[in-house]
């Protein structure tokens, strides 16, 4: 069953930033109302880099994003309550080029493709989804993977 929040998460691919709107579809005028705008970057970070994806773990606090360059993922915490996000955390990942990441159905493994680096890296996840660790598993010479997704069948 798809959960569902009054927030819509934007990333904004060229500028490097996670945008929080709230979304009320009863209220035509107001569908859509910007309410913050995050950078995906460390501040003192001032190279090329495009954010790729964006993920919100199954609990609903914590949402993902990728960043292309700074290869990396940054990790947002979300307070539904107020509608407000901040970053907690940005993990740099062994792979060129993050560009595609997915959890798994239970949410504890992320798997990272790295398009130019033409791999997967899988990182565990903490309870809370704040906390991303690599566990040394990558599967290597795959060309250039560009999009990852699990597939669950009953």
Wanted: charged content about 25%; aromatic content about 8%.
């Amino acid at each position: 069953m798809l959960r569902t929040t009054p927030y819509l998460f934007i990333l904004a691919e060229l500028s490097n930033h996670l945008l929080i709107c709230s979304w009320s579809p009863s209220t035509p005028s107001d569908m859509i109302k910007p309410l913050s705008s995050l950078s995906t970057l460390p501040s003192e970070f001032s190279g090329e880099s495009i954010s790729a994806d964006i993920h919100v773990h199954p609990n609903g606090k914590v949402v993902y994003t990728s960043n292309r360059g700074y290869d990396s993922i940054a990790v947002f915490g979300f307070d539904e309550s107020e509608g407000r996000a901040e970053l907690v955390r940005i993990v740099r990942v062994n792979t060129e080029w993050p560009r595609s990441f997915t959890l798994d159905k239970d949410a504890k493994y992320m798997l990272v493709a790295g398009q130019k680096s033409g791999n997967i890296v899988v990182l565990e996840v903490s309870e809370d989804g704040k906390e991303l660790t690599e566990n040394g598993v990558e599967v290597k010479d795959i060309g250039m993977p560009v999009c990852l997704i699990f597939e669950q069948f009953e």
